[in-house]
């Protein structure tokens, strides 16, 4: 697909471009580990055979001990490594990669690295993964020789060398053909990764289809689908009408949403709480530290909002986009505002009291109020909503419940505060209020 009708390809979401942006980010602050190099990345594709040619020739040309984004091409196959730098008669490849710590995929990555690398006969020492050290902490500027961690992946590509030949000459294979291949959507579409050509491959899906039900796995569901249930009514009969399954098919079919209402009400807070606050966080982890005493990815308060009875017009707002290196504020100010209320309502995937009490906002788990976080409570409850296929959401549960779909969403906030592109803090402001509303309004729709 990627070969043949690139143009079909799915839009990239907020959270992969910021993905992308922040390993493009980690990379060129990787090449102050070696620097003075020769960037060869070229401007643009049709310039690749002659970044390649020029890459080569650099090898042999004495004045040059370091390269980024080295072009080499092999077979068909071409890579850009991240660093080659000279080592005696030898080079030394290092590639970036700007998590804490090294999976399957990046040592796959070097392999088919290697083995392009080895069959244009580079001459190597050694070929290295570069990660970020998680016990790094920031002290003045940063240094580089401590943020970034080497690990020598070596023994692992030469071994794996004939797995990737053999792969290559049957992808080799598959771009050759004069269309793309014709395979049936199946478990690969999700898995490892989500297909970009979803919005292509899946057209033909009705968009209620029980291939969208979140209480049957991937695997069985295709199981169905292969062996001819082409609908949802020839699933429902294969399925027991009381069952999550069957109740989120019964969703599907009428646009709405499926709560286990027995649970849900099992959570409900009694008795029902003289003062609620609502509260919105805004957490940003930067791979690089930004400030003096932090670590890479450490959390920070970034902003927040805070809707109560206790508050001037029933609304508190605080956000140092403009000057991260004053988050810790918002410890106090959240010590101070939390402790006003008995019951304090949420919608976050991650642990809001495990947060308060790594910044110390609480000091133990016994706090004077409840943290009551909707996402938890709605995955207990079995909530279920066509839209929510792929995670559940503040912008998807606003779209099941009000029919509303805003385009706010966490991350994309975090990209307006934090990017040198789109600063809009006001907007970002605007969007953390809108959705604690949803918070609000959610909390009041279900316990109300
Ligand atoms: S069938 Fe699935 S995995 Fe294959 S290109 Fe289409 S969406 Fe991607």
Sequence with gaps: ????????????????????????????LAHEYFPGGIDMSPSTP??????????????????????????????DTLIMLDMLVRDGDKWLAVEVKSSLRLSDTYYNDAALQYYVL????????????????????????????????????????????????????????????EHSPLVNIGTQCHDPYPCDFQGHCWKHV?????????????????????????????????????????????????????????????????????SVAYLNLLLHRPAV??????????????????????????????????????????IGLLIDKLSRYEFIVCFTPQNLTTT????????NREVGYKVFNLFNILQQAHFYHPAIKRGLTLQKLSEALFKEAK???????????????????????????TENEIIKKTYQHFFK
């Design 1 to 28: 697909m990627y070969k043949k009708h690139p143009y079909l390809r799915d839009k990239l979401s907020i959270e992969q471009r910021a993905k992308f942006q922040r390993g493009t980010d980690v990379g060129l």
């Design 46 to 75: 049709s310039q690749f055979p002659k970044k390649a040619q020029e890459t080569l020739k650099n090898l042999n040309n004495p004045a040059v001990n370091v390269m980024y984004e080295a072009v080499f091409q092999h077979n």
């Design 118 to 177: 080895h069959g244009c006969e580079v001459p190597l020492s050694d070929f290295k993964l570069m990660y970020l050290n998680a016990d790094y902490v920031k002290n003045g500027p940063i240094d580089v020789k401590q943020l970034f961690k080497l690990e020598s992946v070596m023994d692992y590509v030469v071994e794996k060398e004939d797995f990737v030949s053999k792969n290559v000459e049957r992808l080799k294979a598959v771009v050759a053909l």
């Design 206 to 274: 009705p968009k209620n289809s029980y291939l969208f039900t979140t209480a049957i796995d991937d695997e069985t569901l295709f199981q169905h689908y292969f062996n001819g249930t082409n609908t949802n009514a020839k699933m429902l009969q294969q399925l027991d009408p009381d069952s999550e399954e069957a109740h989120q098919i019964e969703a599907l079919e009428t646009n709405s949403y499926y709560v286990d209402y027995k649970t849900l009400y099992s959570l409900k807070p009694q008795p029902e709480p003289k």
């Design 289 to 330: 530290p930004e400030l003096d005493g932090t670590k890479p990815y450490e959390e920070m308060i970034l902003a927040f909002a805070l809707q109560g009875d206790h508050e001037p017009d029933n609304q508190f707002v605080w956000d140092c986009f403009e000057d991260h290196g004053r988050w810790r504020e918002s």
């Design 356 to 363: 308060l009490l790594r910044h110390e906002i609480i000091q």
């Design 407 to 433: 385009l706010f969403e966490h991350s994309r906030i975090i990209l307006e505060a934090t990017s040198n592109d789109l600063i809009s803090y006001q907007q970002a402001r605007e969007d953390l209020i």
